[in-house]
């Protein structure tokens, strides 16, 4: 194994649960709020098989923290992953409990809709990776914020960027906790608070002692498992309708109850504001997200950030079709079988909720045997998730706020390195007790919140900084404080809070998602503010533009890999 493997992130849960949970379908995806979940009887098989995967992991923590000596070792593993790892890394961001889950029961729920949604919101996100990921690598070190920063005040960049990303990072460790505890109620029949505790623990020893090397093989190994597990169930499931794809759409179209119709669009989408809202924070929010962007940081140069982009399609579209396939046959599979649903009425409430089909699916097709391999790969999916997460905030607190800007740049690596662990443990127990405190929550607001904030605060100013010679401190915090205001206040005003939450008669704010309006806010409050700015300062800030464009497109100056 190459000792320096890359940052693991937890998109791919956050992405597809963002997107269930938006659509208010009865399939939310797992990893969030779940609703109503039963608990099942103890999986023996599943525990298991996840307290094989954990000692595996643990071992690979123990190798790991022998080769993390330095700070780059610890945030980015030195720089020097491939970008085949690293692509793969990020596919297992997307690979993940909620595509399994919530994207195959939207098939299973709606079918076509289901299809295109699946579809849409992969062909998205590498228009915004290949933006961005060669300028990533070459402008960046760390961070986001050293990329945000680079031409601008260091201080008061970087620590705006390091609240925002923090703000992120907080949030989106409370969904994952909830989603944890519910899952591991739901897959594995232990209790809430066991699991939360238990990713908790997990988590900070993975960041702790073994860092970006450990995190990122968590989520490899984890990648190839769900992998070779959907390619597996996609296998047996084709079957059972001869190997065609025609079979298993005329049987789903006999199975469901809509008929025909799932072979057409539907009305999931049917508000064209919400629409265009929901896919802007998707979209944006994605390649906002700080552990997303610190992905592009361990590669050792432009080209391999590249190749990670195009390895990752390659085995996200692979996937998200087989997610697709499981979903139509579950239709029919599970769909029609008595054993599946509370009090053996079919068409009814499936066991363990609207999340089950492809759970069941494996049940059907493998027995339980299978269903337990499947429950422990989706569980797993969520501790390289909060690893990743944790990672990101330990490197805002360390990096940018400790070292950068509390020590001018005079703290001494071991220094930093410490500040980094106590962060991890820090972060380790404030998403334990978030996620206890959160159990009975609605926390579907906090993922509109956490990509509507990615959206309206990282986004304008990470791809002002890099494409527009005018932009200025002045402009980038004025912008970036705009869009924190306005997201969290939409978010705050709309039925997901206001309502749900608040319990009022109606919303103020009459859509669920804020990324339409706070990130166009901040877009237009940083330009405004940026031309207005005639300072000193800003007029050496425009002049800096040069040089950093000459770094971001040919990579001279780059901080280069210490590890290969």
């Not at 039963?38 to 923290?65: C, E, H, R």
């Not at 290949?130 to 970087?158: C, V």
């Not at 469901?256 to 998707?282: C, Q, R």
Request: hydrophobic residues 55%; charged residues 10%.
């Amino acid at each position: 194994m190459s000792r320096a493997i890359g940052k693991t992130a937890g998109l791919g849960l956050g992405l597809g649960l963002a997107l269930t949970l938006a659509l208010s379908v009865p399939a939310l995806a797992a990893g969030g709020d779940l609703g109503a979940v039963d608990k099942q009887p103890v999986n023996v098989s599943a525990i298991a098989m996840f307290l094989a995967f954990v000692v595996m992991t643990l071992g690979i923590t123990y190798w790991a923290a022998s080769r993390t000596k330095s700070t780059s070792d610890f945030y980015t593993a030195g720089g020097g992953i491939t970008g085949f790892q690293n692509g793969l890394a990020i596919a297992g961001d997307y690979m993940s409990a909620a595509t399994l889950l919530g994207l195959s029961s939207l098939v299973f729920a709606k079918g076509y809709d289901g299809f295109v949604y699946t579809i849409s919101f992969f062909v998205g996100w590498p228009i915004i990776l290949f933006l961005l990921a060669e300028r990533l690598r070459n402008l960046g070190h760390f961070t986001f914020a050293d990329i945000a920063s680079y031409r601008l005040d260091q201080n008061k960049i970087r620590t705006f960027a390091a609240i925002g990303s923090l703000t992120v990072v907080c949030f989106y460790l409370i969904v994952q906790m909830v989603g944890a505890g519910q899952l591991i109620k739901l897959l594995f029949g232990l209790d809430y608070n066991v699991a939360v505790v238990v990713v908790g623990v997990l988590m900070v020893v993975y960041v702790t002692f073994g860092g970006m090397i450990a995190t990122t093989w968590v989520q490899i190994i984890k990648a190839v498992l769900l992998l070779g597990g959907g390619v597996a169930l996609t296998f047996l499931a084709l079957s059972r309708f001869g190997f065609s794809l025609e079979a298993i759409a005329k049987s789903a179209i006999a199975s469901h109850k809509d008929g025909i119709k799932i072979m057409g669009p539907g009305t999931l989408l049917a508000d064209p504001v919400s629409a265009v809202s929901l896919s802007l924070g998707l979209l944006f929010g994605t390649a906002a997200l700080p552990h997303i962007m610190m992905r592009f940081f361990t590669v050792p140069n432009a080209k391999e950030a590249r190749k990670s982009v195009f390895v990752a399609s390659g085995f996200i579209g692979f996937f998200f079709l087989l997610v697709c396939i499981l979903g139509m046959a579950a239709i029919t599979i599970v769909g029609a079988d008595p054993q599946f649903f509370e009090g053996g009425k079919v068409g009814g409430k499936l066991i363990g909720g609207g999340n089950m089909p492809v759970m069941h699916l494996a049940k059907a097709l493998g027995g339980d045997l299978f269903l337990g391999f499947l429950s422990a790969v989706a569980f797993a999916t969520i501790l390289a998730v909060v690893s990743g997460l944790a990672l990101a905030g330990a490197s805002a607190i360390a990096h940018d706020l400790y070292a950068r800007v509390i020590r001018k740049g005079t703290a001494t690596e071991r220094e930093e390195m410490r500040v980094s662990k106590m962060a991890s443990l820090v972060l380790g127990v404030l998403a334990v007790v978030l996620g206890i405190a959160f159990e009975k929550q609605n926390v579907a607001f906090l993922v509109g919140l956490t990509f509507g904030i990615a959206a309206s605060v990282n986004f304008p100013v990470l791809i002002l900084s890099m494409y527009w010679k005018g932009l200025t401190t002045r402009g980038a915090l004025a912008g970036g404080l705009a869009g924190l205001v306005s997201a969290v206040t939409m978010v705050i005003l709309s039925n997901a809070v206001w309502v749900v939450v608040l319990n009022n008669p109606a919303p103020i704010f009459p859509y669920e998602h804020p990324a339409l309006f706070s990130m166009t806010l901040a877009f237009l409050v940083t330009i405004i503010v940026s031309k207005l700015d005639s300072s000193a300062s800003a007029a050496a800030e425009r002049v800096a533009f040069d040089d950093q464009f000459v770094r971001s497109q040919t990579g001279i100056g780059a901080a280069a890999a210490s590890n290969h």
